[in-house]
C-alpha cells in the first residue's frame, strides 16, 4: 500500500532523468512519487559517457563524491582520432570539474534513485504506468492508474505527471505530445563492456562511414563501441554482429582491436538499430517530459546523460514555482540549449563528411556544449538536502 495517493509529482521512470528529477523536486519540497517497472540498479542500453555539464551538475548537487566511491574511474583526457592523426584534449579544472566520467547505468541510476529517496521523495521499482487520469474528461491530466509488481491497480493523483521514461515514452503517447522537429540522420550502434584493456581516457576514432570508441568504466571495464548508418548495420551487422564489430574495430583501430582480441567480454554485446532525433513538446496542462522521452539526439555524441541531469534541474525549478510561465520557460530554456547540440550531432551522425569536415562539426559541438557549461556554472546554488 502507498503511504498516499495524492502527490504533487508523479514521475514514470527513475532512471537518470527521472530520478534526478524527482530528487531535485523532493529537495524543492514538493511531495513525489517516482516510479519504474525496472528493478532498482539494474542495466540499460547506453554508452553511458558523462560530458562536462553533466559531471558539472553532479559536483552541484553533492552527488560527485559518492560516483568516485562507487570506483568510477577518472577520465583526465579525451583523444579524438581522425584517420590516423589523434588529437587529445586534456580535461583542465574548471568549475569544481577536474575530470569526466562514464558510470555504468547499474551505478549512476541507483545512485540517483537513493538520492531521491534520501530527499523524500518515494521511490518505487517495478511498478508501471497503466493510464492517465484527465479531469472531468477534459484535457488537463490529474494522475494516473499504478499498477505495483503484485498486479494490482493504483489510482494515483498528482498536480503535475512527468514522462522520464525514454525515447518510446508512454506518457508522451498517451498525452499525444506533438513532435515539433526531428533529425535527418540516425546511426546503428553494437557496443560491449571488456576487461583487460589500458585505455585510460575517452577515445573516438573516426574514418569515412564509421566511429568507434572506448570508454573506461567501473570493475576495471571498459565500453568498446563502433557506430555505423543504419543501413550498413542491417547489411553487415544482423549476421554476425561479433564478427562485424571485431571487423569494424580493427579497420578504424587496429590497436584496440588487439586489446579486444586477448580481453574479456563481461557483457553481453549490446546492440542499437538507430532512431532519428527529435524534440517532443516540453509540456502541456499537468503533464511534462524530460530525458529522452522530450528531446532525443543521436548517441554518437555521448551527449545523452548530459541533456537529462541538465533539463532534470530545469524542470525541478519550474515544477516548484508551480505556474504556466515557468514550465513555459522550462520548455524555451531546454530548446535553446538543446538545438546548436542537436544540429551538431546531426551533421556528426550523417556520416556524409570527410575527415576536415568532420573536424569542423566537433568545432560546432564544442562550441555548444561550452555554452551550456556556461549556462549551468552560471547558476544559483542547486537545492542541496542535508544528507547529501
Not at 570539474?97 to 541507483?110: F, I, M
Not at 477534459?138 to 498528482?158: F, L, M, N, S, Y
Not at 498525452?175 to 540522420?185: D, G, I, L, N, T
Request: charged letters at 20%.
Amino acid at each position: 500500500m502507498y503511504p498516499e495517493a495524492r502527490y504533487d509529482v508523479l514521475v514514470v521512470g527513475a532512471r537518470c532523468a527521472g530520478a534526478a528529477t524527482a530528487m531535485l523536486m523532493a529537495r524543492h519540497g514538493l511531495r513525489v512519487m517516482v516510479i519504474d517497472r525496472a528493478a532498482h540498479g539494474s542495466d540499460t542500453i547506453s554508452t553511458h559517457a558523462l560530458m562536462r555539464g553533466g559531471v558539472l551538475q553532479l559536483h552541484r548537487w553533492g552527488l560527485l563524491p559518492r560516483l568516485r566511491a562507487r570506483a568510477t574511474p577518472a577520465v583526465r583526457s579525451t583523444t579524438f582520432h581522425y584517420g590516423m592523426e589523434p588529437i587529445t584534449v586534456a580535461i583542465r579544472a574548471q568549475d569544481g570539474v577536474d575530470a569526466l566520467y562514464a558510470p555504468r547505468r547499474t551505478v549512476l541510476d541507483g545512485m540517483l534513485a537513493d538520492a531521491a529517496a534520501e530527499a523524500g521523495a518515494e521511490v518505487r521499482h517495478g511498478h508501471s504506468l497503466a493510464a492517465l487520469i484527465r479531469r472531468d474528461r477534459g484535457d488537463r491530466i490529474t494522475g494516473a492508474v499504478v499498477v505495483d509488481p503484485q498486479g494490482r491497480p493504483r489510482h494515483v493523483e498528482a498536480a503535475l505527471v512527468v514522462g522520464a521514461d525514454g525515447i518510446g515514452s508512454r506518457v508522451a503517447r498517451l498525452v499525444e505530445a506533438p513532435v515539433q522537429r526531428e533529425s535527418r540522420a540516425a546511426t546503428a550502434a553494437v557496443y560491449g563492456h571488456w576487461s583487460g584493456l589500458s585505455a585510460e581516457g575517452y577515445h573516438w576514432h573516426y574514418a569515412p562511414g564509421a566511429s568507434v570508441g572506448v570508454i573506461p568504466t567501473n570493475a576495471g571495464q571498459h565500453c568498446v563501441f563502433a557506430s555505423v548508418p543504419p543501413e550498413r548495420f542491417l547489411a553487415g551487422f544482423r549476421a554476425d554482429a561479433m564478427a562485424a564489430y571485431r571487423g569494424l574495430l580493427r579497420g578504424l583501430a587496429p590497436a584496440l582491436a588487439a586489446e579486444v582480441a586477448v580481453g574479456r567480454l563481461e557483457s553481453r554485446l549490446w546492440a542499437f538499430a538507430g532512431r532519428r532525433g527529435f524534440f517532443r513538446q516540453a509540456h502541456g496542462p499537468g503533464w511534462a517530459l524530460v530525458g529522452d522521452a522530450g528531446y532525443f539526439k543521436d548517441p554518437l555524441t555521448a551527449h545523452g546523460i548530459t541533456d537529462a541531469l541538465r533539463d532534470a534541474e530545469l524542470l525541478a525549478e519550474a515544477a516548484a514555482a508551480g505556474t504556466e510561465r515557468a514550465m513555459a520557460h522550462y520548455a524555451a530554456a531546454r530548446d535553446a540549449l538543446s538545438l546548436p547540440l542537436f544540429e551538431a550531432t546531426d551533421a556528426i551522425a550523417a556520416f556524409d563528411w570527410d575527415l576536415e569536415a568532420l573536424k569542423a562539426h566537433h568545432q560546432a559541438l564544442n562550441r555548444a556544449m561550452k555554452l551550456e557549461v556556461e549556462f549551468l556554472a552560471a547558476r544559483a546554488a542547486a537545492p542541496m538536502a542535508e544528507s547529501v
